[in-house]
């Protein structure tokens, strides 16, 4: 399971732990290269 960053970091919140365990049971992979969101980044 490749999982978004938003959601790994919703994950680490103390009380979200079924997510964690969840994420913990699909065997979750990181990807390696990423992209900058041109909506959100200042361009300045």
């Known amino acids: ?3 978004d960053s938003n959601i ?3 994950a680490a919140q103390p009380e979200n ?3 964690r365990q ?3 049971e ?3 992979v990181v990807s390696a ?3 900058v ?3 959100t980044c200042p361009t300045k």
């Open 1 to 3: 399971m490749l999982l």
């Open 26 to 28: 699909h065997e979750p």
């Open 22 to 24: 969840f994420i913990a």
């Open 8 to 10: 790994i970091i919703y």
């Open 37 to 39: 969101d041109s909506v």
């Open 17 to 19: 732990g079924k997510l």
């Open 33 to 35: 290269l990423s992209y």
